[in-house]
C-alpha cells in the first residue's frame, strides 16, 4: 500500500530544489511583511490608528499575492509533483492543524460580519479588550479588567485564537455608540429623608453629564441606528430608582457614561454626592 500511495500522489518527481527555493520564497515574504509593520508603525506615526492598520494590512495581503504568484510560475511546469505534493500537506493539515484552519475562517467571518472593527471594546468568553489588531490567527487585546463600573484598561497585551468567535458570544460596548447605561447604589439609613437624596443625586448625575457634554440627541440617534427601530428609547436623562431593603432605604442612580469613562464618572458621582451628604443633617448613608 505504501508504495502504491507515493505513486498516487508522484513523491518521486518532485523537484527539491524547487522546494528550497518555495521555502525561500516563504521567507523573503515573510521578512518583507514584517519589515513593512515596522516602518509604516516608525515612519506613519501621525495617521489613524485604523488607517494604518488598513495600510498594513494590505501591504501584507499584496506581499502574499506576490509570494502565490511566485509559487505557482516556479510550480507550474511540474503540476504533477505540486498536486503530489498539495495532497499531502492537506491531509497534514486536516488531521494535525484543525485550530489554525478554524482560526483562518474565523477571520473571515470577523471581516465579512464585520463583528468589531480596531479601537472596539470586547468581550469574548469572559475576556475584555480594546482590539488594536485582527489577524489570520489571532485578535490582539489591550486588557481591560474589573466588574461593572470597576472596569479599568491594565496595559497588558492579550491575543486571543479566532476561533473563539465561532464558539461564543461577542459583546460589543462600543460598536454604533460610545455611551452606556451605568447605575450606581447608594442605600441609606431608615431614618434618612430619602426624597432630599434622590433629588441630590439627580443635581450630581447632571454635573457629570455637562461635564461630559453630552448630546441626548445623537446618542438617541445612535441607538436607533444600532437596534434598527426595534427598541426605542424616549427620555435619556438620568433617574434614581427607589427600593426598600431590610437595611433602609435603597436609591439607584441609572445614567448614560461614555465607555472608557465609566470608573472616573462613577467616582466623581460618589465623591459628589458624600459632600452634599456631608452637609445634610436628615440624610445618613447605610454602612454594612
Known amino acids: 500500500m505504501g508504495p502504491n500511495l507515493l505513486s498516487t500522489l508522484d513523491i518521486a518527481n518532485i523537484r527539491w530544489e524547487f522546494l528550497a527555493y518555495s521555502v525561500a520564497i516563504f521567507i523573503v515574504a515573510f521578512g518583507l ?24 494590512h494590505f501591504t501584507s495581503g499584496f506581499i502574499v499575492v506576490l ?75 489591550i486588557e481591560v479588567k474589573g466588574l461593572g463600573v470597576d472596569r479599568q484598561s491594565t496595559g497588558r497585551m492579550l491575543k486571543i485564537p479566532n476561533n473563539l468567535v465561532l464558539l461564543h458570544p461577542i459583546v460589543n460596548y462600543t460598536r454604533g455608540c460610545s455611551f452606556l447605561w451605568t447605575e450606581l447604589e447608594f442605600t441609606l439609613t431608615a431614618e434618612s429623608n430619602w426624597k432630599d437624596a434622590k433629588e441630590l443625586l439627580l443635581v450630581v448625575a447632571k454635573e457629570q453629564g455637562e461635564k461630559w457634554q453630552v448630546d441626548h440627541n445623537k446618542v438617541l440617534r445612535d441607538f436607533d441606528k444600532i437596534y434598527s427601530g426595534y427598541v426605542v428609547y424616549r427620555k435619556l436623562d438620568p433617574i434614581v430608582y427607589t427600593k426598600v431593603t431590610a437595611h433602609g432605604t435603597q436609591l439607584t442612580l441609572r445614567y448614560l457614561a ?31
Open 33 to 56: 511583511r514584517h519589515f513593512s509593520t515596522l516602518l509604516f508603525r516608525s515612519k506613519f506615526r501621525k495617521i489613524t490608528l485604523h488607517r494604518r492598520y488598513l495600510l498594513e
Open 258 to 288: 461614555p465607555v472608557r469613562q465609566i470608573r472616573d464618572g462613577s467616582s466623581f458621582v460618589s465623591e459628589r454626592f458624600l459632600e452634599m451628604v456631608e452637609e445634610k443633617d436628615n440624610i445618613h448613608l447605610y454602612y454594612n
Open 67 to 141: 509570494a502565490i504568484v511566485a509559487l505557482f510560475i516556479l510550480w507550474a511546469p511540474n503540476t504533477s509533483s505540486i498536486f503530489g505534493l498539495l495532497g499531502m500537506i492537506g491531509a497534514g493539515l486536516a488531521i494535525a492543524n484543525k485550530e489554525f484552519i478554524l482560526n483562518f475562517t474565523a477571520f473571515f467571518v470577523i471581516i465579512w460580519r464585520e463583528l468589531f472593527t480596531m479601537g472596539d471594546r470586547i468581550e469574548i468568553n469572559g475576556v475584555v479588550g480594546d482590539v488594536i489588531e485582527k489577524g489570520p490567527s489571532y485578535i490582539t487585546l
